[in-house]
């Protein structure tokens, strides 16, 4: 009595496999949503050169700092920068300031926050663009000119989108309300307000698992839409570092391994100097250190903080053109860990 045959034996005879003629799976499925993309190499830098060659544009958003612009590249379609600094350093107002700056060049920006509400974000802007007392506009005590500028920035208000309230929602929610928001509304710039404070509809039982599934999900709403964003962060201070680096980044290294760029912010207690000595930020001011940078180049920059109106001013004249001297640190010897 014969055996039944095997797969081999049903090949000579031209039939398929026994799993796709009992309706299993078969052995090479097409892929899970379609064909992949797949690129030549003559592809590759046919793209490459015509960046290289453009005198376009290149599209990117702005952090407000040219120099910090300059360093980076800015924020490019495609990009998720991750931005931690400590608690009361000033997160959400640089926030407002790159959504400012960013505002002003004609591009759309979307503020998702887990944490405060729409009041915070519209004092904040409210009081850097009318550049009132930050103390007499939170105590209902402003001068009459001070009313004058406030009424009329309020007249001279755009009715774009900016804020989506994500307080309460699980992070995949959130995550597809970006994703529709930037295809609904044409958001080129998206900041999440703050990572720490965002959670996901699933049980974890290590924390630092759910931080990066979460910053996972918001990355990808911005990625896969072909834009820009940054992840805004706190940072774990260590007593032991001269200065915070992008290990310090809370709960998750997952998190800083992922992004194309990592700044802190932080207030140096003593300068931070360059290799010659010279002094690059001094003690007690703001500053930006980028410590990663695909497309860039580590270093300090400093801040310009108005204590008036309690925000970020934008830097620009003096470093529209960068000069490639940016301020590096530890080329010669290791300045931060």
Same mark, same amino acid.
């Given at each position: 009595?014969?055996?039944?045959?095997?797969?081999?034996?049903?090949?000579?005879?031209?039939?398929?496999?026994?799993?796709?003629?009992?309706?299993?799976?078969?052995?090479?499925?097409?892929?899970?949503?379609?064909?992949?993309?797949?690129?030549?190499?003559?592809?590759?830098?046919?793209?490459?050169?015509?960046?290289?060659l453009s005198?376009?544009?290149?599209?990117?958003?702005?952090?407000?700092?040219?120099?910090l612009d300059?360093?980076?590249?800015?924020?490019?379609?495609?990009?998720?920068?991750?931005?931690?600094?400590?608690? $009361?350093?000033?997160?959400?107002?640089?926030?407002?300031?790159?959504?400012?700056?960013?505002?002003?060049?004609?591009?759309?920006?979307?503020?998702?926050?887990?944490?405060?509400?729409?009041?915070?974000?519209?004092?904040?802007?409210?009081?850097?663009?009318?550049?009132? $007392?930050?103390?007499?506009?939170?105590?209902?005590?402003?001068?009459?000119?001070?009313?004058?500028?406030?009424?009329?920035?309020?007249?001279?208000?755009?009715?774009?989108?900016?804020?989506?309230?994500?307080?309460?929602?699980?992070?995949?929610?959130?995550?597809?309300?970006?994703?529709?928001?930037?295809?609904?509304?044409?958001?080129?710039?998206?900041?999440?307000?703050?990572?720490?404070?965002?959670?996901?509809?699933?049980?974890?039982?290590?924390?630092? $698992?759910?931080?990066?599934?979460?910053?996972?999900?918001?990355?990808?709403?911005?990625?896969?839409s072909g834009?820009?964003?940054?992840?805004?962060?706190?940072?774990?201070?260590?007593?032991?570092?001269?200065?915070?680096?992008?290990?310090?980044?809370?709960?998750?290294?997952?998190?800083? $391994?992922?992004?194309?760029?990592?700044?802190?912010?932080?207030?140096?207690?003593?300068?931070?100097?360059?290799?010659?000595?010279?002094?690059?930020?001094?003690?007690?001011?703001?500053?930006?250190?980028?410590?990663?940078?695909?497309?860039?180049?580590?270093?300090?920059?400093?801040?310009?903080?108005?204590?008036?109106?309690?925000?970020?001013?934008?830097?620009?004249?003096?470093?529209?053109?960068?000069?490639?001297?940016?301020?590096?640190?530890?080329?010669?010897?290791?300045?931060?860990?």
């Amino acid at each position: 009595m014969s055996s039944a045959p095997d797969d081999n034996d049903l090949a000579k005879m031209g039939r398929a496999p026994r799993d796709l003629e009992d309706g299993t799976k078969p052995m090479n499925p097409t892929p899970v949503g379609g064909k992949p993309r797949i690129l030549t190499v003559k592809q590759l830098l046919d793209a490459s050169a015509e960046r290289a060659l453009s005198r376009a544009p290149r599209g990117s958003c702005t952090t407000g700092v040219n120099k910090l612009d300059d360093a980076t590249g800015g924020l490019r379609p495609g990009h998720v920068w991750v931005f931690g600094a400590d608690t $009361n350093w000033g997160k959400s107002s640089f926030l407002i300031m790159l959504a400012d700056e960013n505002m002003k060049k004609g591009k759309r920006v979307l503020i998702v926050t887990s944490e405060d509400d729409e009041s915070i974000y519209g004092d904040r802007l409210m009081v850097r663009r009318s550049k009132v $007392n930050a103390k007499r506009y939170r105590d209902r005590k402003l001068w009459d000119d001070e009313l004058a500028r406030v009424t009329d920035i309020v007249a001279s208000a755009q009715p774009d989108p900016v804020f989506l309230d994500a307080r309460g929602k699980p992070a995949e929610t959130v995550a597809a309300q970006v994703k529709w928001a930037i295809r609904e509304h044409r958001i080129d710039v998206v900041c999440y307000d703050y990572l720490q404070e965002f959670r996901s509809s699933k049980r974890y039982q290590d924390r630092r $698992n759910e931080v990066s599934e979460v910053a996972a999900m918001l990355r990808e709403a911005i990625k896969t839409s072909g834009k820009t964003g940054i992840i805004f962060s706190q940072i774990t201070v260590n007593a032991e570092k001269k200065y915070p680096d992008k290990h310090s980044i809370r709960e998750s290294r997952d998190v800083s $391994n992922a992004a194309e760029v990592i700044v802190l912010g932080f207030t140096p207690t003593t300068p931070i100097t360059r290799a010659d000595g010279s002094v690059v930020v001094d003690a007690g001011r703001k500053c930006a250190l980028v410590d990663k940078a695909k497309d860039g180049i580590k270093g300090a920059v400093e801040l310009d903080w108005d204590d008036e109106s309690a925000s970020f001013l934008a830097v620009a004249g003096e470093y529209d053109v960068f000069d490639g001297e940016f301020d590096r640190l530890g080329e010669e010897e290791e300045r931060y860990p």
